[in-house]
């Protein structure tokens, strides 16, 4: 059964340009998994994480760092959830998500499906 859906966009250069504008900013937003990518890929893991709050119903209090996305083997997106986000999901009987990343033409985007 589906509980959530989020869905959310990134102008990359703009998103890039934030970075820059703000070092400490990636460190606040990315664990250390993510930090090293680059570009669209990292643009798309911020659009993923945005996602996943809205499936989850936008609850505040949600730390940036307490979900991870990741490649698992074969290319897919996995998110792994631990703290305040892993508190929300189990509160929500959320067992499984799916994602979608993609990133072309300076847009990053990211869909999100929460499922219990």
Known sequence: MIVGVGIDVVDV??????????????????????????????AARFAAKEAIAKALGAPGGMRWHDATVARVPGGAPAVSLRGTVLAVADGLGITSWHLSLSHDAGIASAIAVAER
């Open 13 to 42: 250069a703009r998103f890039l340009a934030a970075l820059d504008r703000s070092p400490r900013l990636r460190d606040r937003l990315f664990t250390p998994e993510e930090r090293d990518l680059v570009g669209g890929s990292l």
